[in-house]
Every structure is written in structure tokens, then in C-alpha cells.
């Protein structure tokens, strides 16, 4: 899910950044794009604060925690869902994002 980002002043804009936890429980840091419903579940766009990995957006499942403070994301391991999720990202954010098709 590649993409290039046009909009200078958004490297300026960090009011939208969460941290995460990866697998080896090291703080990652990503903007928060947005947030798409499909079929009833929800999912965040998330885009890599690192620069080397900022051409690529990161889609995760919302899951619900026992706190109601707490939301948790992981992972969609179904490429069909991932194409349709992206391709809402994409029609939604056509005119901020030159989208590179791979």
C-alpha cells in the first residue's frame, strides 16, 4: 500500500500521532490517518512517523479491550479485505495523496 505524501505543512502536523507496541514491545510512532467502518468492524489507516517507511500506510483491526478507555489494534491478515479497506482510503483521500499503484 504505497503512497506519496503531498501536503508539505502534514511532516509539521504531529497532533495526530499515536504509539504503538510491536511485537518485540518497541515504541513505534504513526500518524493517524483515519478511521474506515466495513462490515461492522472498524479500522485505522496509520502512516509510519519514520522516514524510510513513510511512502507505506499500515491498516489494523480496532478491537474492543475490557477497559472503555483502551482500544486495541491488530493485524488483517486477509489481502481482500486490506485491497478493499486501502481502496476506500484511496477514493476517500484521492485529491491529498498521489497514490503510487504498484
Request: without cysteine.
Amino acid at each position: 500500500m504505497d503512497l506519496e505524501n503531498d501536503i508539505p505543512e502534514m511532516d509539521e502536523e504531529l497532533d495526530n500521532i499515536i504509539t504503538l507496541n510491536d511485537e518485540d514491545g518497541n515504541e513505534v510512532k504513526f500518524e493517524f490517518l483515519d478511521l474506515i467502518e466495513y462490515n461492522s468492524e472498524e479500522y485505522v489507516i496509520l502512516l509510519p512517523t519514520e522516514e524510510e517507511e513513510a511512502d507505506e500506510v499500515v491498516i489494523l483491526k480496532v478491537e474492543d479491550t475490557d477497559s472503555e478507555d483502551e482500544e486495541s489494534y491488530v493485524g488483517v491478515e486477509d489481502q481482500e479485505t486490506l485491497n478493499t479497506i486501502f481502496q476506500i482510503f484511496k477514493d476517500k483521500f484521492k485529491d491529498e495523496f498521489n497514490f503510487i499503484d504498484e
